[in-house]
């Protein structure tokens, strides 16, 4: 015996999922910039709701990692069941975020220090959800398979390689956000965004790690063939 406790990989998934969309909606609440990853999808909800109103963020999540997920194909020379799988983990994401955001709405917060805590719980929630969902079988979202296919595909550290996609999600955002809404305009790009760009990736492999030291990541059903 090793000492650790189970840690079933469908829960895992499940808490994940949730922690990132409860985190994404803080972010957004506290608006100091949103997270490099989710820049883009936020900047494309921006632009189209001012023109039909029931477009949300959510929407925007899934639409825009399906064309990830086609990127990924083409990269990877491969069309993989587990693409499709992703697709799904997307849309579950995005109806979590619009939920989590109603929700989050709610709480008075007109403070710096509140937006403040805000920024900081979202960060660390936003952390933690995509570490356990490098620990299971089920497909991740668009943005996490894209990392741990490209680091198995060419044999890249995936804290290393997260950092690097995250960077280049940064960079989309900030010529997205010029192209919507004019040079010198930053909206969604703000000093956070700067901070996850250059943290996120380790802050990601610290939490890996402390998983992996107190738990044993373990399949609770047999699916896993399903999703390989």
Known sequence: ?????????E?????????????????????FGMSMVVAPA??????????????????????????????LA????????KYLFS???????????DLSMKVIAVIPSVTFVGNVLFY??????????????????????????????????YGTNISKTKTVYDCCSCLIAVLLSFVFFGFGHFEGIKIGTIICAVVNGSCIGICSK????????????????YFE
């Open 11 to 31: 829960v895992a998934y499940v808490c994940g999922i949730v922690l990132l969309a409860v985190g994404t909606a803080m972010m957004e609440r506290a608006d």
């Open 120 to 153: 900081v719980l979202g960060f660390v929630g936003c952390a933690i959800g995509v570490s356990l969902l490098f620990h299971t079988y089920i497909s991740p979202e668009a943005y996490e398979l894209f990392v741990k296919e490209i680091s198995a595909r």
């Open 74 to 81: 083409i990269l990877t020379h491969k069309i993989k069941l």
């Open 1 to 9: 015996m090793n000492g650790k406790r189970v840690f079933y990989s």
């Open 210 to 225: 402390v998983f992996e030291s107190g738990f044993e990541f373990k399949d609770a059903w047999k699916l896993r063939k």
């Open 42 to 71: 936020y900047l494309l909800y921006l632009r189209i709701s001012q023109s039909f109103p029931a477009f949300s963020f959510g929407m925007a999540e899934y639409c825009l990692q399906a064309l990830l997920l086609i990127v």
């Open 87 to 97: 697709f799904g983990t997307a849309v579950f994401y995005g109806y979590t975020l």
